[in-house]
């Protein structure tokens, strides 16, 4: 049991670190080339707001997702993380959307779609552990918000 605690201990990590490296990628060359040139809303944060928020809201993910799954034997338990997986699937996919192949529409699309898991999210694990659930709503309000920049974006750009 000791080992598998440790395997997760890791992997939960490497996986949020793998979801953000993915971003940070595909965001480079998007912030470079195509980004400082759109029309965004007037409530979109200053550039330099984003890595923060973001490191932090990794951190409270894995921290959720590692409460759940410590959570041995919990009703609930299976689902909540896979829909844990489902969505850091989902917030993987959107940086690449938008940035690298600049389909914010499709983004827009990939965000409902995990602003829906996130919410799935928090209700599962509210089951299993309210403190994780909780540890989540820092990230749904922010992807919430992201979706109103997303679709600000989209539509001030469209004829671009």
């Known amino acids: 049991m000791e080992r598998q605690s440790a395997w997760v201990g890791v992997t939960f990590p490497a996986a949020t670190v793998a979801a953000a490296l993915l971003g940070g990628e595909a965001t480079k060359e998007g912030l470079r080339r195509d980004y ?9 944060p200053p550039d330099w707001v984003f890595a923060p928020v973001w490191t932090a809201l990794y951190a409270l993910m894995t921290w ?7 959570r041995r034997g919990a009703e609930g338990r299976t689902v909540a993380l896979a829909l844990w997986g489902a969505q ?12 690298a192949q600049r389909r914010r529409g499709w983004a827009l699309v990939d965000l409902a779609v995990l602003v829906g898991l996130i919410g799935a999210y928090v209700a599962a694990s509210a089951k299993v552990d309210r403190t994780a ?26 004829g671009r």
């Open 88 to 99: 850091l699937a989902a917030n993987a996919a959107w940086t690449p959307l938008f940035f």
């Open 36 to 44: 400082p040139r759109l029309e965004k809303p007037p409530l979109n």
């Open 64 to 70: 959720s997702a590692l409460r759940v799954w410590r």
């Open 133 to 158: 659930s909780r540890l989540m709503l820092p990230y749904l309000g922010w992807t919430a918000f992201a979706g109103y920049l997303n679709a600000e974006v989209f539509r001030r750009n469209r």
